[in-house]
């Protein structure tokens, strides 16, 4: 396989994270809703810890971005 | 890989070029050229110096100006209460100025001044900004950790009720993640900001290239990457609101194990 479309496709493949990331984020703030529903009294107390999981989720997808972008513009 | 012929190319807007000075204003091997980067960090720093200005008036009843001002303060104020006590009445004027300048940066970074010819540039999105941000939040935690509990600091690395044959285990895991903090912390910061402002100039060559393919498919393309631009705009808006709350909050937290360990 040529080394340039080798390269290519695997920034294809980090955009797998990307993705898997959207779900992890999905299912942040889903949980948190629907907690939050159930008990909206105490849901204003707990944002922080809904923004923590949040940017935790967020920063693997982003490490995926990193890879793409390591992979097109910098290998 | 160099841009192709008619192709827009995306990193072009994280470019640094010297507006004021040339390529030979070296102290020490490093170049003090007066960047578009350092440029757009001047503009908001000087953009927060007015607005925070203009809500210091101390009226009994505030106008709007001052009342915006102090809902920033306030939140700070009690985003530290809640995550650090009272001891974290001290950190309010760092964490607020930290808040307001990131969430200024990425807000100017998005204006479509390129309209008027002007083209903001996102210095947040930029690792060498983003990192002096988290290195210093990173040095206070060791200060204010080692000042306060001297020696006692590093039982931040040994949680409370750890059984005796798992402590050198864990206390390397809680290591690497602490000195992984401000890596991690600048990291999410300027790649979130890169990826949107990569995203919307991709989105800006569909629209481009759209409309010049003639008539036909072209237009179709170019009309619904343009509806879709609008409403990453305004997720980017969201998201440059939400990476400095994160940012600020992360620092309040760190802040907090160095105040009060575990």
Known sequence: MEPASAKLIGAGLAAIG???AAIGVGNVFGSFLESALRNPGAADGQQGRLFIGFAAAELLGLLSFVVA??????? | ??????????????????????DHWEIAGYNIAFTNSALWMAISTLALLV?????????????????????????????????????GKKYVPYIFSLFMFILFANILGLMPLGVLGIHPFTFTSH???TGVLSIMAF????????????????????????????????????????LVRPFSLGLRLFVAMMAGHVLLEVLSGFVI???NAGLGLGPVVGVLSFLLMIAIQALELLVAGIQAYVF??????????AENLH
Request: net charge negative; charged share 10%; glycine share 10%.
């Open chain 2, 248 to 257: 600020a909050l992360l620092t309040s937290l760190y802040l907090n194990d």
């Open chain 2, 139 to 178: 040095a206070i935690v060791l200060v204010v950790g080692f000042w306060k509990h001297g020696f006692h600091f590093f039982s931040l690395f040994v949680p409370h009720g750890t059984p005796l044959p798992m402590i050198p285990l864990i206390f390397v895991i809680e290591l690497v993640s602490f």
């Open chain 2, 51 to 87: 607005f925070v200005a203009g809500g210091m008036k101390r009226q009994l009843v505030p106008g709007r100006w001052q009342m915006a001002v102090e809902s920033f303060t306030g939140f700070i104020d009690s985003m530290l209460a809640a995550n650090i006590g009272p001891a």
């Open chain 2, 209 to 211: 290239n759209g409309f």
């Open chain 2, 1 to 22: 890989m160099a841009a192709e012929q008619g192709k827009v190319d995306p990193m072009h807007q994280f470019a640094i070029e010297p507006l004021f000075g040339t």
């Open chain 1, 69 to 75: 972008m390591i992979l097109i513009f910098v290998a």
């Open chain 1, 18 to 20: 990307a993705g898997m």
């Open chain 2, 127 to 129: 690792f060498s900004a």
